[in-house]
């Protein structure tokens, strides 16, 4: 990891030299966008012969039917060892149990007398999720979008995931898509996956919205039918963690969060901000005695190229560094957690004190691991139940109400010029006198 030594800098003059030092890395690919809208196209044309072709020419697959059916998905229980299922069955409740409190009943509100306004939350009616396949099965991801997608109501809920080498995924794919509510799964992966369940074909369900992360052919798929109209749950890239780590972190634990973020990918990023060239160093020396040990330690090698250590000289200047980047996972290796979680602005997901590792929110502390990332965080939330609704406003007026606010309606709808807006009102308001209010 690179170190940056920022601890002589003025905190309002390093702002221009920040975006430098806290660029995500872009993978040359110029020819992405052309190779994914053609895939988008042969699937669109095409439909099942385009994704069988293209399952065998990526994922060296041949596969006859697309779809895996309802009693492969129930077998697979038998086919995932029970610490397994009971640690799927931990994170389930937890997982359910913090999206289920983000579910309120609409509260009416009477504006003026006469004048009630309110909030339904209604469920998209078919959901696509998509489910990473390719260098591990992330059955977790799953649970993150299927639990919300089942407490939203979704009626339809179509999931798609990259198959192995005989056509077939995961047990731990499918018993989880069993356990969550799928209603349909398909052994399909990459840029085809999102045109499927973008367009629909013979044997794929056209849906309304689609979730999920994936490499970058993915995310480009996702992009570019969300310019044709359909919604996507929000803009992804590589994952990434910031780790800011005081003079009481830990220096084995902060390598270990890092190296935790590293193994995703080699373009992910990850971020250490301390304050001491100490704790950067004994972080390092941690690095390199624990990354020998990871099976993914090679790509966790690769992904470290891409990442830095930034000194600094107080911690108001360590948050205003990590805000400016807004990272898709914060950790406050801190025994000041919970007080400078006050001066955090712009996260997807923040991890307080020693012992919560992002990991655990990956999978089993309940909150949710789909998350903003290339500093999307400024803007974006994460996945939550409300992903999978809509909210759709609702109002009634009695005649005494519109008698309360009518004269403003007319005057606003004269001044804009909008003649029809001011009789709608007006037509109405010549009858209230004669006639009874309900």
Request: proline share 5%.
């Amino acid at each position: 990891m690179e170190t940056i030594d920022l601890r002589n800098e003025r905190q309002g003059s390093a702002h221009t030299d920040w975006r430098r030092w806290l660029a995500r890395p872009v993978a040359e690919n110029p020819g992405l966008e052309r190779t994914v809208a053609s895939i988008l196209e042969q699937v669109r044309n095409r439909g099942d012969e385009a994704l069988r072709e293209y399952a065998l020419k990526f994922d060296k697959a041949q596969i006859q039917d697309l779809e895996i059916p309802l009693e492969q998905m129930q077998e697979a229980e038998g086919q995932v060892s029970a610490e397994l299922k009971e640690s799927i069955e931990m994170a389930m409740e937890n997982l359910t149990g913090f999206h289920q409190q983000q579910a309120v009943e609409p509260e009416i509100l009477e504006t003026q007398p006469g004048v009630r306004c309110w909030r339904r939350n209604l469920p998209i009616e078919k959901v696509g999720l998509y489910i990473p396949g390719g260098t591990a099965p992330l059955f977790s991801t799953l649970l993150m979008l299927g639990i919300p997608a089942r407490l939203a109501g979704c009626g339809e809920i179509v999931a798609c995931s990259p198959p192995d080498t005989r056509g077939q995924l995961h047990p731990a794919i499918r018993y989880t898509a069993f356990r969550v509510g799928v209603t349909r799964l398909f052994a399909i992966g990459g840029a085809q996956a999102i045109g499927a369940m973008a367009y629909g074909t013979e044997s794929v369900p056209r849906v309304l919205k689609i979730f999920g992360p994936g490499n970058p052919y993915v995310q480009c798929a996702k992009q570019l039918v969300q310019r044709e109209g359909l919604s996507i749950d929000l803009p992804a890239g590589p994952s990434e963690v910031a780790v800011y780590a005081d003079a009481s972190a830990h220096p084995a634990f902060v390598a270990a969060d890092l190296l935790a973020q590293a193994e995703h990918g080699v373009d992910s990023q990850v971020m250490l901000v301390c304050l001491s060239p100490a704790m950067s160093e004994a972080v390092q020396k941690e690095i390199a005695v624990q990354v020998d040990r990871l099976p993914r330690g090679q790509i966790a090698l690769r992904a470290l190229q891409n990442s830095r250590t930034m000194l600094v000289e107080s911690e108001e200047m360590a948050l205003a560094i990590i805000n400016a980047y807004a990272p898709e996972h914060l950790i406050l290796a801190s025994d000041q957690a919970d007080r400078l979680s006050l001066l955090v602005s712009n996260a997807g997901s923040v991890f307080l004190g020693h012992y919560s590792p992002e990991s655990a929110g990956d999978y089993a502390t309940g909150t949710n691991h789909v998350l903003p990332t290339a500093g999307f965080a400024r803007s974006f939330s994460g996945v939550s139940v409300d992903s999978f609704v809509k909210k759709v406003s609702f109002q009634h007026l009695t005649r005494a109400g519109l008698a309360k606010i009518g004269h403003a309606v007319e005057t606003m709808a004269e001044a804009e010029g909008l003649k029809g807006h001011a009789r709608a009102v007006s037509i109405r308001l010549s009858t209230v006198q004669s006639t009874p209010d309900s």
